[in-house]
């Protein structure tokens, strides 16, 4: 009995350890595959697979740094990663809090008027035609300004300003302070994780965005993202790059050096955002 | 309790107004009428000004979503007219419902469109969260514990990444002739000529499954894991005297124990079945594979801002979110029937 039941588990421990070598290799090969790629000297790879630089070059990241178009896309995409998050948090944590107020008048409305958009949705072109009507159609503030209430955030936030003792909050009403003294001076900075957990989730969204302009800004070239240049890249490289550098680099080693720029803050911020990421998720699945 | 206590609770209640009955050990309070009548006369205006300022740093939050989420829905009226660019919505000429008639009963695109979304969301649920929940609960029962943090973290990477970035790593393995796979492939023998992953029909639906997978499947098992580091150690124990081995374990104790948090997280998908992600079926569908990728969104986007037909895709994008304002409330009502929680 006891020698069968070993055996079994020593034939589960194996199987088990196999599938998870082959679970890494799936999820971290593509990112070896475009490292190794990008640094690699293209006329020197015969292979399919690649797994390590062939021929090390740095070419295809000098080129793609060298064009004014991507410079310029990094520069719109870091522009947007930073206000975005920034005003999200504004106006998302400020009205988090209010509907946790259940001495509010009107706080269940307020509560339900903001749940409902996440199940009532207007859809493409009805949203569309508001925003071209109020001329953000082409403007940089497209991408900040329809993702500044972030009603899933908003419910993360509530979640986690409900834990917070009562009574902290009683006793600073007592002491006087008003609603707004009250939550910027300390229910905000109490609140630290979740809005670090919040601010992160909405500058990784930001930097990933690519939809907002594809559908708002195609004929504005001067208000393009990294994501989207990257999208463009895949059909046409970028003009101005410079004849010479096209000469030592093909189309894929060039797009796959892009694909390492865009990939390389988030990888850069990941273990912050792993952490808080997790957190956020438990808040959320405890709420659902 | 003590009786000074509950003295306390009773003078208290008197002096917001209320009176206190004992009946049988128990206080009841009620509201005086008086004292009702007293607090109502100064309430409303009072209570506002009171929480002005609550007011107001809840408003930027109502203007953004009157704007952006409100206001839209007004424009479902275009579906009902037939309304061009450079018209005005008040002077377009009303069309009633013709234009859901357009895609119900004259329009082919029905079938491959709502097979398309099914197919591609119901699976692609169904496997995140089943592989997912595999993959946690192998990862729980690896002896390595660096070697399941090593993976583990890597798993979750993808999730953070842009659509964009997915679709060029695809590109790059799985075009047709510059394709890593492909090129493999043709080294090794096996291929006389690389294969259009990214283009052919008969690839769509596993493509779009597979990369959302393989994107969401490090995030979603971070539930189970927690759900499985939750599970009281006493089941094990027992389920061990009992003479279960390792899988006897995981088929007697931790599959149970997941399988609650499985069902709620695939309910509460329900209402955004006929959703897709744009971002992917944007990048995914192109003309070779348009019959078998193209989902409802993509078909919303094709029409509307591609063709122009404003009237037709808002007539979509209406049913699609009256279908899955419908869904949530039954799976909402089903939620509340069988486990007494509100998923909404």
């Not at chain 1, 990421?277 to 659902?288: D, L, N, P």
């Not at chain 2, 993808?158 to 043709?186: D, K, Q, R």
């Not at chain 2, 061990?240 to 081995?245: L, R, T």
């Amino acid at each position: 009995m006891v020698g069968k039941r070993s055996v079994n588990d020593l034939f589960f421990d194996i199987s088990d350890l196999l599938l998870m070598i082959f679970t890494f290799i799936i999820m971290a090969y593509p990112f070896i595959y475009i490292l190794s790629y990008s640094l690699s000297d293209p006329l020197k790879i015969t292979t399919g697979l690649v797994l390590y630089p062939e021929g090390f070059s740095l070419d295809a990241y000098k080129a793609a740094l060298g064009s004014p178009s991507i410079f310029h896309a990094i520069f719109i995409s870091i522009l947007r990663t930073t206000i975005g998050p920034i005003f999200m948090i504004l106006v998302t944590a400020m009205a988090g809090y209010c509907i946790t107020r259940e001495d509010m008048k009107g706080v269940r409305i307020f509560r339900k008027y903001f749940v409902y958009t996440m199940y009532i949705s207007a859809g493409l072109i009805p949203t569309f035609l508001v925003i071209k009507a109020l001329g953000l159609v082409g403007s940089f503030w497209i991408y900040i300004l329809p993702s500044s209430v972030s009603v899933f955030n908003m419910v993360l936030i509530k979640s986690f300003i409900e834990s917070i003792p009562k009574s902290l909050e009683e006793s600073a009403m007592m002491d006087g302070a008003n609603d707004f003294y009250l939550f910027w001076r300390i229910i905000f900075p109490i609140c630290t994780p979740v809005i670090a957990a919040v601010t992160l989730f909405g500058a990784v969204g930001q930097w990933n965005a690519f939809m907002d302009t594809q559908i708002y800004n195609t004929m504005h070239p001067e208000l393009f993202t990294l994501q989207y240049v990257l999208y463009l890249a895949l059909t046409t490289p970028p003009m101005d790059i410079g004849e010479e550098m096209r000469i030592f680099i093909t189309p894929k080693a060039f797009r796959m050096a892009m694909t390492v720029l865009t990939i390389l803050p988030i990888l850069a911020i990941y273990p912050v955002l792993q952490k808080y990421f997790v957190g956020g998720i438990m808040i959320g699945a405890v709420k659902g | 309790m003590g009786i000074e206590d509950s003295y306390d609770v009773a003078t208290n209640a008197h002096a917001c107004g209320y009176i206190v009955i004992r009946k049988t050990g128990r206080e009841i309070m009620i509201k005086t009428r008086q004292n009702i009548a007293l607090t109502k006369n100064s309430s409303w205006t009072n209570s506002l000004y009171k929480h002005r300022f609550l007011y107001l740093m809840v408003f930027p939050a109502v203007i953004a979503t009157i704007i952006f989420s409100y206001i839209p829905l007004f424009g479902w009226i275009i579906a009902f007219k037939n309304y061009r660019i450079g018209l005005s919505i008040w002077k377009a000429p009303w069309t009633g419902f013709y234009q859901f008639k357009r895609f119900f009963i004259q329009g082919d695109d029905l079938v491959n469109l709502l097979r398309n979304t099914l197919i591609t969301n119901i699976s692609s649920l169904v496997f995140s969260l089943v592989f997912a929940c595999a993959f946690a609960i192998l990862l729980s029962e690896l002896r390595y514990k660096k070697l399941g943090k090593i993976v583990q973290t890597v798993s979750f990477f993808p999730f953070f990444i842009s659509w964009v970035t997915i679709y060029t790593i695809l590109h790059a393995l799985f075009a047709v002739t510059s394709g890593a796979v492909s090129m493999a492939l043709v080294d090794v023998g096996l291929l006389k000529k690389g294969i259009n992953f990214l283009g052919d029909e008969r690839f769509s639906w596993v493509l779009a499954v597979v990369v959302q997978v393989w994107k969401s499947l490090g995030c979603n098992s971070v539930i189970f894991l927690a759900s499985i580091s939750g599970i009281p150690l006493e089941q094990y124990e027992a389920a061990e005297i009992d003479g279960a081995g390792r899988c006897g374990k995981i088929y007697y104790v931790t599959l149970p124990n997941l399988m609650p948090t499985l069902i709620v997280l695939m309910i509460m998908n329900i209402g955004w079945i006929l959703s897709s992600n744009l971002d992917l079926f944007y990048l995914l569908t192109n003309p070779t594979n348009r019959r078998t990728m193209e989902v409802l969104d993509m078909y919303i986007y094709r029409y509307g801002l591609q063709l122009n037909d404003f009237s037709y895709a808002t007539a979509i994008d209406i049913i699609k979110t009256v279908v899955g304002l419908i869904l949530v409330t039954s799976a909402n009502a089903l939620s509340r029937m069988y486990t007494g929680k509100s998923i909404l």
